[in-house]
């Protein structure tokens, strides 16, 4: 199994690290400061080197239990040897602050207007995220907008916490983000808590506090059928 920093630490750009096994597609390591892609959020991009090469890390995937650093084509190291690890260090960061965000909407959301999140995804400083509501329109985005950007401003600090399944499935916050969807065979949950605001379920990379998150727009609503909403969102420096 992979130690995987980022859930640790998200401000880590470089770590020291060993091959364990080469694919076709990517090597994978005994640890690595790169995240896998997952629940929504995209893997990272970086380079691996080594004494005498080095290789760019265009995506990051989870397979078969495995975290597969995908290379471009070149010379790799073998199993063994010790490389550093890299990543695409602004655009994790967007990333980072972007997820932010779509955490902070869905508790906006959730306080005010008690709909509950039922998808997303996201981008280096765009993302969507769908709700439970009965009905969106363009009016509706510009009042959460602006209710979302005087929260941000406040400053909440995020938190992360390691929780046993059993008090995560009794946590009625986090039964709202549909904890219950994950694997049964997982254990332990990883809870991002935007202290005050949101507390979700999560296994990604958040900024500190929503101060660095910066202004977000909300740039489109839209139908996704009944009692499913989308917003489309845009931090600020992104267009």
Do not use: C
């Not at 190291?77 to 902070?104: C, F, K, N, Q, S």
């Not at 949950?189 to 900024?207: C, E, K, M, P, S």
């Amino acid at each position: 199994m992979t130690e995987e920093l980022a859930s640790v630490d998200s401000y880590l750009r470089t770590a020291e690290a060993t091959v364990t096994e080469w694919l076709d597609d990517g090597i994978v390591l005994d640890r690595t400061v790169f995240y896998a892609r997952g629940g929504g959020q995209p893997g990272d991009i970086g380079t691996i080197s080594w004494d005498g090469g080095s290789v760019d890390v265009t995506d990051t995937i989870r397979r078969s239990g495995k975290i597969i650093h995908v290379v471009s084509s070149g010379d790799r190291p073998e199993p063994g040897v010790g490389v550093e690890g890299v990543i695409d260090w602004d655009r994790r960061y967007r990333i980072m602050r972007t997820h932010t965000a779509l955490h902070a909407l869905s508790g906006v959301v959730y306080r005010d207007f008690g709909a509950k999140v039922t998808g997303g995804n996201m981008d280096e400083g765009t993302a969507r995220m769908d709700f439970e509501l009965d009905a969106i329109s363009q009016e509706f985005g510009a009042m959460v907008e602006r209710k979302l950007n005087e929260e941000l401003v406040k400053g909440y600090p995020t938190e992360i916490q390691i929780m046993a399944r059993e008090a995560a499935l009794a946590d009625p916050d986090l039964i709202r983000t549909k904890v219950n969807l994950i694997p049964e065979w997982v254990e332990e949950i990883r809870v991002v808590d935007i202290v005050g605001l949101d507390r979700q379920a999560d296994g990604g990379t958040h900024v500190r506090s929503t101060l660095e998150v910066g202004a977000v727009s909300v740039e489109k609503t839209e139908s996704k059928g009944k009692a499913n909403k989308r917003m489309r969102i845009r931090i600020a420096g992104d267009r």
